[in-house]
Each structure stands twice: as C-alpha cells, then as structure tokens.
C-alpha cells in the first residue's frame, strides 16, 4: 500500500536520504558484509528510494524485490535504472491482505521505508510474526514519531501538529494507525520474539533553502487539520497565511521526528 503521488516521493527523497541514521544503516551493512550476495525485499517500495538509500551499503550482487499496490509507483521504480549490481523485480501486492506472499522466497533482509506509521498494532504484529518465523532481519526507516518542531515558533503551531497526529492514527488501509506510536511498537513487538533491536532518530531538518518542501509540508498539515476539525477554518487559514510569509521570508527552519530500527534475531549477529 502507498497513497503518496511520485511528486510528493521524489521531493522528499533528497530529505529522507539525508536523515536515515548512519549508525543503524552501519549495523545493517554488518550483518550482511560476510555475504558474496543477497536478496532484500522491500514493502511499500514506491519509486525505489530504499533501494537507491541502501544497496551502496550492502554487498553486492543484490537481488531486489519492489513490493506495491500502487502500479503506478511501482511501474516508475521498476523503469529506473537498477544500481551498478543490482537486479530488480517488481512485484504488485496489497499487504494490508498479501503480506506473507511478499515475504516468500527466503530474503537475507526485509526493508521498508515510511511505511509502519501508517499500520496498525495487529498488521504490525503480524510483520514481526513473519520476519520470526523465517528468521529474516527487518530494517525500518523513517518511521514518523510524531514530533515536529518550527521556528521561529507559533502560537498555533501546537494545534495543528496535534491534529496532524491525531489524523496519523486512522486507518490508512491497514486498520487504525498506530502513527506517531509505530517505532516504539516496532521494537517492542520484536523484542517479544526473541530479537535485538537498534535504533536511532532519522529527523528531517527542513531548512530556508528548501522552501518547496516546507510549502508543502504547512499546506499539508493546514489540509489535515481542516479535515480533523479540532480548529476553525479561520483559525488554519490564519496559521497557514502566517507560515508562508515567514517561508517567503526565507526565516522558517522545520524539524520532523523520524525513526530507524533494525532487528534481527537474538545471537545471529
């Protein structure tokens, strides 16, 4: 499952690349250095940016298998050019229903990105159930926490992240999202059986050079809390006004709270 436009994906790539944390991607590459080759499945692929974020950090040759509902999505990451060693299947399933099948064929690891805080606590049980009984390591990036940040600060810059997180948790495709709460979960259902976790924050660090990105991410919100309707619409369209000048200004900073886990069975390191 996506519903993200190639647009939306594509300006936030460079970001995402920027933010993963290089200590749990480092541990990542560890595990599978000895390997003279590997398989990585990765759920909810889109365009292929966990490929294109990874497969320099992870022997080579690698076999990767794109996973999406999103044909669209998954036509363009199939028709990008594959990293220098690298193969490329892409393979059209809607994990809400058709998780175990994206899991066959034994993968050496079994990624995804931006994906888990749009899941719910039952999916995500269900993930972790899989990757044990296969014994397969999972890494998990970008995983919104739910803290976001903006400065300089407005009063009402509260109101609307707490719509935005409260929007986070409804149901995306997969049942109620677990959203701002999907890392902690990640790692305590792991945990549960029987692997060891790492994991360290991947935040966004939006700055005034970017202001495509910070543009699209206020509106965005400003569209969210219209919909939750916790706040008037005078009171987002006021907000909303104020964020753009100061984005045209060339003075907003933005931070957004992402986190990466990788697990993997306990002893298997």
């Known amino acids: 499952m996506t519903g993200f436009s190639s647009d939306w994906l594509q300006m936030r790539e460079n970001h995402d690349l920027q933010a993963r944390n290089a ?6 590459a560890e595990r599978f250095a000895h390997l003279p080759s590997m398989t990585i499945v990765d759920l909810a692929c889109g365009t292929g940016a966990t ?11 690698q076999h990767w298998h794109l996973v999406d509902n999103n ?3 998954l036509a363009r990451a199939g028709a990008m050019p594959s990293p220098a060693g690298c193969t490329t299947r892409t393979i059209p399933i809607d994990l809400a229903h058709d998780l175990e099948a994206a899991l066959d064929g034994a993968p050496d690891l079994i990624a995804c990105s931006a994906l888990l805080d749009l899941v719910s606590d039952p999916w995500l049980e269900r993930l972790t159930t899989e990757c044990a009984a296969r014994r397969r390591p999972f890494y998990g990036a970008l995983t919104y926490n739910g803290f976001v940040a903006m400065e300089p600060y ?4 509260d109101d609307i992240i707490t719509a935005v997180n409260r929007h986070q948790r409804s149901d995306k495709g997969f049942g109620p999202a677990l959203g701002p709460e999907a890392a902690s979960a990640l790692v305590e259902h792991f945990n549960s059986v029987g692997y060891d976790t790492v994991s360290g924050p991947s935040d966004w660090q939006i700055r005034p050079e970017d202001a495509d990105m910070q543009q699209a991410l206020v509106t965005q919100w400003a569209q969210i809390a219209q919909q939750v309707k916790t706040l008037s619409t005078t009171a987002i369209a006021s907000w909303l006004g104020r964020r753009i000048a100061t984005i045209n200004a060339g003075d907003l900073m933005i931070r957004v709270g992402h986190t990466d886990v990788f697990a993997f069975p306990t002893n298997t390191r």
């Open 23 to 28: 200590e749990v991607m480092g541990y990542v």
């Open 51 to 61: 490929r294109r974020a990874a497969a320099p950090h992870l022997p080579r040759p």
């Open 71 to 73: 044909l669209s999505l």
């Open 154 to 157: 407005d009063t009402r810059d």
